[in-house]
């Protein structure tokens, strides 16, 4: 199964940015956890505030790293879009994540 394509623009905002007028660097991991979130309410038709507070299912950050090639400034629009390297999910050894999914959303296989 291949996964669908996914991006979001984001518009930077007068308040995202520093004195110097560049976005302050924590501000464009922001930016990636607002796409993250919008990418499950595109791929489930569920938001994440509710898997998260109904379900009580987490996707914890483990490690990020970045290399900041050019300043992003106020007004530039920037384009958040699923990586083409795979994410490294961990799940309970006796079941996939997948199942795991199902499980705390009491969905059956044909609904994935």
């Known amino acids: ?62 490690h990020v790293e970045s290399d900041f090639v050019t300043p992003l400034r106020y007004g530039d629009v920037v384009t958040i879009r699923r990586s083409k390297h795979q994410i490294r999910l961990l799940h309970p050894a006796n079941s996939s994540f997948f199942e795991t999914l199902r499980r705390k959303l009491n969905w059956s296989g044909s609904n994935i």
Do not use: N, Q
């Not at 394509?5 to 924590?26: E, L, N, Q």
């Not at 919008?38 to 996707?59: M, N, Q």
């Open 1 to 62: 199964m291949t996964p669908r394509a996914f991006s979001r623009d984001m518009k930077i905002r007068f308040s995202h940015c520093d004195p110097a007028g560049i976005v302050y660097f924590p501000t464009i991991y922001h930016y990636c956890h607002v796409a993250f979130e919008d990418a499950w309410r595109v791929a489930l038709g569920t938001p994440y505030s509710e898997l998260v507070a109904r379900h009580r299912l987490g996707f914890p950050t483990v």
